[in-house]
């Protein structure tokens, strides 16, 4: 069963870096990209970049250029998103999910809850 | 890179069609049908429903349908059920590489 289980809720300083991780499991990981979406209190869905499960290709969106990293360790089985110098506004939850195809996204973590405050 | 426009809500008696809508630039639909669509229950994880453009995942209902035309990209549901009841947002890849949700649609089941 193709699944994903990402790290548990992260409250934050402003200024502050996080780091979410995504296990995964039930398929060739290594075979995949993952991508990396937010989501703010009431609000929709953003999504913030894309990785390969062999760490070879990349993209961001421009908002979040400079402040993230997203990286895999095929060795785990493991994807992870790093955010820099947080803000109040990254408020969000935070999904991993597979990259199956060019731009379609199955299965998804149940979300990292990242609360910046001061 | 804005959002794809999709209307705010959308309601529907059960066992009726409803279709979302969702509007983008030639930039964001391009040459490509790469659309999808994804399903989200109140504080739970989206779902896929459909990918470009028309295709249905597997244990997805054939109640939901996807179609494009030009800059529009539509998800139609059928046969309308209590479950459907969640907020719908599109997808689409962009001429540049990057991948841009629609503002998302809250469907009502009245």
């Known amino acids: 069963q193709v699944h994903l289980v990402q790290s548990g809720a992260e409250v934050k300083k402003p200024g502050a870096s996080v780091k979410v991780s995504c296990q995964a499991s039930?398929?060739?990981?290594?075979?995949?990209?993952v991508t990396w979406v937010r989501q703010a209190p009431g609000q929709g869905l953003e999504w913030m970049g894309w990785v390969g499960g062999n760490n070879g290709n990349f993209n961001f969106a421009q908002k979040f250029q400079g402040r993230v990293t997203m990286t895999t360790d095929t060795s785990t089985n493991t994807a992870y998103m790093e955010l820099t110098s947080l803000k109040s506004d990254d408020t969000a939850v935070y999904y991993c999910?597979?990259?199956?195809?060019?731009?379609?996204?199955?299965?998804w973590g149940q979300g990292t809850l990242v609360t910046v405050s001061s | 890179q804005s959002a794809l426009t999709q209307p705010a809500s959308v309601s529907g008696s059960p066992g009726q069609s409803i279709t979302i809508s969702c509007t983008g630039t030639t930039s964001d639909f391009g040459a490509f049908n790469y659309v999808s669509w994804y399903q989200q229950h109140p504080d739970k994880a989206p779902k896929l429903m459909i990918y470009?453009?028309?295709n249905r995942p597997s244990g997805v209902s054939d109640r939901f349908s996807g179609s494009k035309s030009g800059n529009t990209a539509s998800l139609t549901i059928s046969g309308l059920q209590t479950e459907d009841e969640a907020d719908y947002y599109c997808s689409s890849y962009t001429s540049i590489s990057t991948l841009v949700f629609g503002t998302g649609t809250k469907v009502t089941v009245l």
């Open positions: 039930g398929f060739t990981f290594r075979n995949y990209g």
């Open positions: 470009d453009v028309h």
């Open positions: 999910a597979r990259k199956v195809g060019t731009n379609w996204f199955d299965p």
